[in-house]
Antibody, heavy 116, light 112 residues
């Protein structure tokens, strides 16, 4: 069945970097756009970034533009999010999700805590 | 950015009674391809979101038929015909037409 499994979340100090990964299985990864969506503690969903199926186009929320980078390796069925210059407000559960115009399948999320 | 405004933000419903959630967008969600990319998600406590409805009114497989979506342009509604205990959670609308993608604030459904 379709599975998205995020990893890489941890506690990190402000200003540091972190890379999240999302391993997918059960579908043809190279045929789908992929998103990162986050959810701060007790808050709603915030769209973060999207990459097209072939990596040719990438889009970012203004809140992360210039600090985060989304990329993918279709040969390894892996989606990644490189997060630099982390801030306290980046603290959240980060979900990878499949889709382009929308989202249909979500992972279980990985938790990032930015704190000194 | 397209602002998605949900109402109400919380809803307390008696089991077996209907519920309705509104989602309004600050711009039309009709895409250049003619589709309207308005999606509804359910997030149960402690779980990841789950898609219920896509392109306004298309229900996902395994989603009970008591859930329905309707609307057009900038005005959309999610309806639950008879609320059950398993429907407790937060419901979000999302637009997939414009960049950046945006979500509504969420509507918390509880049982009265």
């Amino acid at each position: 069945q379709v599975q998205l499994v995020e990893s890489g979340g941890s506690v990190v100090q402000p200003g540091r970097s972190l890379r999240l990964s999302c391993a997918v299985s059960g579908f043809t990864f190279s045929s789908y756009g992929m998103h990162w969506v986050r959810q701060a503690p007790g808050k709603g969903l915030e769209w973060v970034a999207l990459i097209w199926h072939d990596g040719s186009n990438k889009y970012y929320a203004d809140s992360v533009k210039g600090r985060f980078a989304i990329f993918r390796d279709n040969s390894k069925n892996t989606l990644s999010l490189q997060m630099n210059s982390l801030r306290a407000e980046d603290t959240a559960i980060y979900y990878c999700a499949r889709g382009l115009a929308g989202v249909d399948v979500w992972g279980q999320g990985t938790t990032v805590t930015v704190s000194s | 950015d397209v602002v998605m405004t949900q109402s109400p933000l919380s809803l307390s419903v008696t089991l077996g009674q209907p519920a309705s959630i509104s989602c309004r967008s600050s711009q039309s969600l009709v895409s250049s391809d003619g589709n309207t990319y308005l999606i509804w998600f359910q997030q149960r406590p402690g779980q990841s979101p789950r898609r219920l409805i896509y392109k306004v009114s298309n229900r996902d497989s395994e989603v009970p038929d008591r859930f329905s979506g309707s609307g057009s342009g900038t005005d959309f509604t999610l309806k639950i015909s008879r609320v059950e205990a398993e429907d407790v959670g937060v419901y979000y609308c999302m637009q997939g037409t414009h960049w950046p993608r945006t979500f509504g604030q969420g509507t918390k459904l509880e049982i009265k």
